[in-house]
């Protein structure tokens, strides 16, 4: 499809597991970010990739957070011995490259942490 | 960071218009943006004003900047059940790579 794709849609896993969370961003876009959305609050900022500069990772929470992409393709969120609080719907957004363009979203994961 | 603030809930009549509000901190933001999300999905963009404008309208929607006041609305004419969604305001800060969200506003049309 045109847009971003993330996978899985949703996921349940017991507190303690490694999560593993996919984006698929929109093809040509360099810029690729992913978002923690908790219930009924707003968009926290979790870590950018531009192109194959380093990437922003100044909103990971904790150390069990990490992400990684390579070039301008796929990108996938792990957290590792995951906690109840990490409970939330994990959004991915990506660009082109240029200040004033906006970002494109995916539907989300929605993580549940039993 | 910047800090993005607008009001929870909105309850309109199908056909009246409505008006969402958002304050926002940093004054050197260069661009705002309104996102709309439904139910189970991700984050729609619906507009986006450049600093040095006071206005732009697309359609039904208008979107009014008060940069003294470090104000955004978004007033959606003739407001039908479709609208029924959140109603996110994000800025962009100067230095920063993301955006910065507001905790959005539920909008509720009533038939």
């Known amino acids: 499809g045109a847009g971003v794709s993330q996978s899985p849609s949703n996921k349940v896993t017991e507190k303690g597991k490694d999560v593993e969370l996919r984006c698929d961003p929109i093809?040509?876009?360099?810029?690729l970010y992913w978002y923690r959305q908790r219930l009924g609050q707003g968009l926290e900022f979790l870590i950018y990739f531009q192109g194959n500069s380093a990437p922003d990772k100044s909103g990971l929470p904790s150390d069990r957070f990490s992400a990684e992409r390579t070039g301008e393709s796929v990108s996938t969120l792990t957290i590792q011995r995951t906690q109840q609080e990490d409970s939330a719907v994990y959004l991915c957004?990506?660009?082109?490259?240029?200040?004033?363009?906006?970002?494109?979203f995916g539907d989300g994961t929605r993580l549940s942490i039993l | 960071g910047e800090d993005v603030e607008q009001s929870l809930f909105l309850s309109v009549r199908e056909g009246d218009s409505s008006v969402i509000n958002c304050t926002y901190t940093d004054s050197s933001s260069t661009y705002l943006y309104w996102y709309k999300q439904e139910p189970g999905a991700g984050l729609q963009l619906l507009t986006y004003?450049?600093?040095?404008?006071d206005m732009k309208q697309d359609q039904r929607l208008t979107v009014l900047l008060n940069k003294k006041d470090k104000h955004l609305s978004l007033r959606i004419a003739d407001t039908q059940t479709g609208d029924s969604a959140i109603y996110f305001c994000a800025a962009d800060q100067t230095g920063a790579n993301n955006l910065f969200f507001g905790t959005g506003t539920r909008l509720t049309v009533i038939p």
């Open positions: 004003i450049f600093s040095n404008m």
């Open positions: 957004a990506s660009r082109v490259s240029g200040q004033n363009q906006p970002q494109h």
């Open positions: 093809s040509g876009h360099t810029a």
